[in-house]
């Protein structure tokens, strides 16, 4: 175990890393810290790392081994091609990090924690692009459902539809106790149809009665609303959102790792199989629909309307 630990210590630690593990101190010291955590935690490192897009903004504490992603896309944080692509990617960076236990999902705008997908992907554009589109979405909720971190949702602002759905993807969301917030698989609302695994992932949270009562009225929940029927697992005052989700991280990263994300896959396979089964079907069955004329068209409104009520 010692070696192991001086092994990896050397390789992540510069100069001064060097010199103080010739003197021993570090090593003993860490190596107690360490014999003291169940091993899958790893050692604390004081480092901190960022990486960041345009669009999303990552910050690593590899002291708490906590990740916190801001989208970062404004005006309304809306799912672009390109954001789900860097999503993905930054999650499988995340995901590659040893120390990275436990990710916080949250949005740099005020109000809006996403508007989900971005429309203007999803109307007169080709069927190649539709395609990509829609294989962008699937992998993040694939990626993002399955993932071996603790996910929570520190929802800070208004949620719909695939903001809705990058919640759900996750462990545990907290909610801003603000009604002008709203949360819900609202597809209906746009005369599209929320797809199978959007569906289930709903119902794997709040089962099968609520999931059809919101899903066919595109229901959209004020945060209490959201809690009781339980799309949110916690509402708290908006200035509380962040230290709510860390102190619920630190529960969740008190749990042994390999205990927790066996558990978390034994629930959660045989949704994400069913989509993995069909994927290719899925990808055809959302470029036919949303290519037909009657869908375009109500697209074409839904935005025509978002823009009308501003004027
Ligand atoms: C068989 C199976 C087949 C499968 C069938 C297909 C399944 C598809 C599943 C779809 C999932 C989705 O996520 S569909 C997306 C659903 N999303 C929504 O309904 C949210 C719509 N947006 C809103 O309600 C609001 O914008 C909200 C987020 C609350 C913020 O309100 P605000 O007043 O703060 O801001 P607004 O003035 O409305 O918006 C600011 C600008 O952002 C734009 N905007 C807002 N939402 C946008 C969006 N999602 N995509 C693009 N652009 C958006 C507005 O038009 C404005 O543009 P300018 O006027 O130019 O400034």
Known sequence: MALRVVSVLKRRL??????????GNLLSAT?????????????PVTSRRSFSKTALIVDVDHNLGIATMKMNNPPVNSLSL?????????????????RCRGLIITS???????????????YGKSSAHYAEFWKAVQELWLKLYMS??????????????????????????????????????????LGIVAPFWFK??????????ASEHALQLGLLFSPTDALRVGIVDQVVPEDKVQDTALNVMS??????????????????????DRLLKQREADIKNFVS?????????SLHMYMKHLKERKE
């Open 82 to 98: 390109e954001l789900l692509t860097n999503f993905v990617i930054d999650l499988e960076k995340l995901e590659n990090e040893k």
């Open 200 to 209: 289930d992932t709903l119902v794997n949270t709040i089962g099968n009665r």
């Open 14 to 23: 510069g100069g001064p890393g060097q010199k103080l593990l010739r003197s």
């Open 251 to 272: 529960r969740w990263l008190s749990i042994p790792d390999h205990a927790r994300q066996l558990t978390k896959t034994m629930m959660r396979k045989p949704t994400v």
């Open 108 to 122: 740099a705008s005020p109000k809006i924690f996403s508007a989900g997908l971005d429309i203007t992907e999803m």
């Open 289 to 297: 629909f949303i290519s037909r004329d009657s869908i375009q068209k």
């Open 31 to 43: 190596q107690h810290r360490w014999e003291k955590m169940p091993s899958s935690v790893g050692f």
């Open 148 to 189: 071996n971190m603790v996910v929570i949702a520190a929802i800070n602002g208004s949620s719909p539809a695939g903001g809705c759905l990058i919640s759900l993807a996750g462990d545990y969301r907290i909610m801003a106790d603000n009604p002008k917030y709203t949360i819900g698989l609202n597809e209906t609302l």
